[in-house]
């Protein structure tokens, strides 16, 4: 069993940046490939990153890529997701999620299905 508490978020100008962290409670943390997914209102949730439990692969969303930054420390039993560049498009609720499968799956790990637990959420939201 995993709890997850996601923070970080909050209110920010386009262009700018946040810095947004999970906190894992449980004995197996590094078992556990680490995601975020993000939903904004009216739409489905949808994938942004992904870490496999090590940190030594990540997969990105295209709307992402080169602009966001997945991580974790192990041995905090933290994730975090650095995001720079924001654009107003970027604004939702983000969630941190755990699969029990160590190893990213390209097929399977963008999908929110793959994931066993998840945290409550933490609201991005990017001005223009």
């Known amino acids: 069993q995993v709890q997850l508490v996601e923070s970080g978020g909050g209110l920010v100008q386009a262009g700018g940046s946040l810095r947004l962290s999970c906190a894992a409670s449980g004995r197996s943390f590094s078992n556990y490939a680490m995601g975020w997914f993000r939903q904004a209102p009216g739409k489905e949730r949808e994938f942004v990153a992904a870490i496999s439990w090590s940190g030594g692969s990540q997969y990105y969303a295209d709307a992402v890529k080169g602009r966001f930054t997945i991580s974790r420390d192990n041995a905090k039993n933290t994730v975090s997701l650095q995001m720079n560049g924001l654009k107003p498009e970027d604004t939702a609720v983000y969630y941190c999620?755990?699969?029990?499968?160590?190893?990213?799956?390209?097929?399977?790990?963008?999908?929110?299905?793959?994931?066993?637990?998840w945290g409550q959420g933490t609201q991005v939201t990017v001005s223009s």
């Open positions: 999620a755990a699969d029990r499968n160590p190893t990213l799956r390209v097929a399977l790990t963008t999908r929110s299905l793959s994931y066993d637990y």
